[in-house]
């Protein structure tokens, strides 16, 4: 284990230490504004004007749209760094430098250098992580930096940078204790990470008005999807398996005929082409169709197993399900065995209520901490979309629910893991630890 020397305490911190003293400084998870964090960045002298700097937000589809940004990138000889949130199952996977996670003892040294500048500012264990990845960055002297905005926009700590490009991927309602309740006024939060005069790339398909209002406001040079660049699907037999189905991808001045199908949501592969050709920087249709095949993030579409077939995916709002529903499709399973698991702050009616017409059995279970959900709040949300309580059984903790799914499945099944981070992180522990024995 990596360890570093924390002056302030006079004991040796390790990463795992330093995460636990980091929960324990702020009394909230979220505190929105930026003064505090833009005061410790500027005692540190923190930015990143050297690097080509792309900040992205929405409500999904962010994580994908930084890992193909990534992709493109590190193909065209560049170097990458990436800041993501929130990780599934180590830390570390919240930086990446040319794909790799970073070091458990870069977080730990960049962690002692904001707990010396911040003296008695009180940051957030996130405003903390987001402070030590541009640092990192800065330190790495990388070419191209992607920041994935945490919550909202505008008052979010990836946002104390001025972004070379903005990109929104799409805009749902989520987290409406802190951005709105309305699509208008979430857009709109959102929409701050876009500067006067600066470039931006719009992946939602129906943008809210107050986003164009943006825009305008601010004399952005945008792309908007449906419009500057779109998706055309090739046709193709009936019969024949989604393996050879290809797809069409038209920007403003590009065209892309014969695309393989993605491992990551089709939309955010197509802002992210829409980006890379605003930037300039789009390769050649060979280079791009072998970074699409290629292309994947744990958690997002992620198959994990092929004997039994399971896919996990942290989706955990109505958009997110709605787009599964759609992807879903490509698997030709006579039955889907659902493992799902949610948080109690989450939209849970219309989250489920896209999937309640699936052939599935359900598994739900109780997620812990203190925004965890019971498994009974679950199974009321589909008896209310009038699912059948035959077909819904519970479990105390997402590990037996998915023991329970693996020993019911059947030869030409699937089984599915949703509902948040955390009930893919469980799966993916359980998977790790019994591959190890």
Known sequence: MNTQKNQNTGSTTTLSQWLSHL?????????????????????????????????????NGKGTTCRLLEQAMLAQGKTVAVFSSPHLVSYCERVRLNGELAEESAFCRTFELI????????????????????????????????????????????????????????????????????????AREKAGIMRKNGKAVIGELLPPSSLRDVVSELDVDARWAQQDFFIVENTAPD??????????????????????????????????LAALELLNLLPDETAIKHIIANTRLPGRQQEISHNPLVVVDVAHNPQATKAMREWLKRYPAS????????????????????????????????TSGPRGCDADVLAGALLDAQLDKSYIKTFSDVTNAYKAARNDYQEGELILVFGSFVT???????TNANEQQ
């Open 23 to 59: 929960e324990s400084i702020h009394p909230s998870a979220i505190d929105m504004g930026l003064e505090r964090v833009k005061s410790v960045a500027n005692a540190m002298g923190i930015h990143l004007k050297d690097a080509l700097l792309i900040t992205v937000a929405g409500t």
């Open 115 to 186: 707990e010396k500048a911040r003296g008695d500012i009180t940051l957030t264990y996130f405003e903390f992580g987001t402070l030590a990845a541009m640092k990192m960055m800065q330190d790495w002297g990388v070419d191209v930096a992607v920041l994935e905005v945490g919550l909202g926009g505008r008052l979010d700590a990836a946002n104390i940078l001025d972004p070379d490009l903005a990109i929104i991927t799409t805009i749902d309602l989520d987290h409406q204790d802190w951005l709105g309740d309305t699509r208008e006024a979430i």
């Open 239 to 272: 019969n024949s398996p989604s393996t050879s189905r290809t797809w069409q991808w038209k920007g403003k001045h590009t065209e892309f005929t014969q695309l393989p199908y993605p491992h990551i949501p089709q939309q955010n592969v197509s802002t992210a």
């Open 335 to 366: 039955k889907i065995r659902v493992v799902a698991g949610m948080l109690k702050d989450k939209s849970i009616v219309e989250t489920l209520a896209p999937l309640s017409s699936l052939n599935a059995q359900w598994y739900l279970a109780s």
């Open 424 to 430: 893919v992180a469980e799966v993916l522990d359980y």
